[in-house]
């Protein structure tokens, strides 16, 4: 199964590829904007080029399955200037579906944000609930979606999408304003503070990213069907709830600073995700205080190298 992972070293991608190449019969192939791969040699990569039409059906013809987890932007950064998730999300998202419906690619997994696509509830959301996003990063999610149905109907295109809550975990990169569980674990150990937008009464999901590379081999074992799922953890806690956890974790003291509230954040989001579970069994979340326990170990032993 020839496999393609878009966005490969990016945090998600990086344990997604390690765990793919635990699979018998998968062949990997990987894509970014760097020039380089973060697996050096191990694995065939290419810079890849949205606007290259050519360029793309050569790259991703004889394809079984595409992983697609690039995204040019996070919440905050289109919030003042929403066309920029026009330019650099939507219009190469449409041109790759162009070239793998002709190619006859069997299925694009699609990395979303459940955080962002349905918007403020005061209730845990499945995946049918109402969504109401009400910032250009989540519209832009939901749009890209919506095209994924189209390219279903037209060319029969199978598609997963994955509405991913709060990622965290060893080695994520927060220099792009992302990752609230390791920015706040980086704060720790450099400056014994943390800074919350609001109140910390925001509330969240947050799912450790091994467990969300394993969640992602669904795609493998349906490459004849179409979902929708919400890719969450058991783990939903207020802000505040999650800097407990971490005094319970971690060795520093700090201090907690409130700031005005960010108008991207969304206020509440409690997660269904029983839909994706059931398609594993017996499926076992890592454990809050495990998961922020070992990303605190990664960071501290980074530092002190």
């Known amino acids: 199964m020839k496999v393609a992972v878009i966005g490969s070293n990016g945090f998600i991608g990086r344990n997604l590829v390690e765990r793919l190449a635990n699979e018998n019969g998968v062949q990997l192939f990987l ?5 380089h791969s973060h697996f050096a040699n191990n694995y065939p990569y290419k810079k890849i080029n949205f606007s290259d039409r050519e360029q793309l ?6 394809m079984d399955l595409v992983y697609h987890l690039a995204s040019e932007t996070i919440p905050a950064t289109s919030w003042e200037n929403p066309g920029i998730e026009i330019e650099k ?3 190469p998202f449409i041109n790759l579906l162009e070239v793998i419906a002709q190619l006859k690619v069997k299925k694009i997994a699609f990395v979303s944000s459940a955080g962002t696509v349905y918007g403020p509830s005061n209730n845990k959301v499945h995946e049918e609930s109402h969504k109401q996003p009400f910032s250009p990063y989540g519209i832009m999610k939901l749009t890209m979606e919506n095209f994924l149905n189209y390219y279903q109907a037209k060319y029969g295109l199978h598609f ?4 991913v809550s709060n990622v965290y975990g060893e080695g994520q990169d927060t220099g792009k304003g992302l990752g609230i569980i390791n920015t706040f674990l ?3 150990l450099k400056e014994n503070k943390v800074k919350v937008f609001g109140d910390g009464k925001n509330t969240r999901n947050y799912i450790y990213v ?3 590379a394993e969640l ?3 795609s493998l074992m349906s490459p004849e069907t179409s979902g929708t799922y919400n890719v969450s953890s058991n783990s939903t806690l207020s802000i505040n709830g999650l800097i407990d956890v971490m005094k319970q974790e971690v060795t520093e003291n700090f201090e907690v600073n409130y700031e005005p509230v960010r108008q991207s954040d969304n206020s509440f989001i409690d997660l269904d995700n029983t839909k994706l579970l059931s398609r594993f069994g017996n499926f076992k979340f890592t454990d809050i205080h495990q998961g922020i326990a070992k990303t605190y170990k990664a960071l501290k032993n980074k530092n002190s190298n």
Do not use: P
């Open 216 to 218: 992602f081999c669904w």
């Open 89 to 91: 999300n939507l219009v």
């Open 186 to 188: 980086e704060k720790i």
């Open 160 to 163: 997963d999408i994955y509405r």
């Open 57 to 62: 059906l050569a790259d991703f013809k004889g």
């Open 210 to 212: 091994k467990d969300v």
């Open 31 to 35: 894509f970014g904007r760097s020039e």
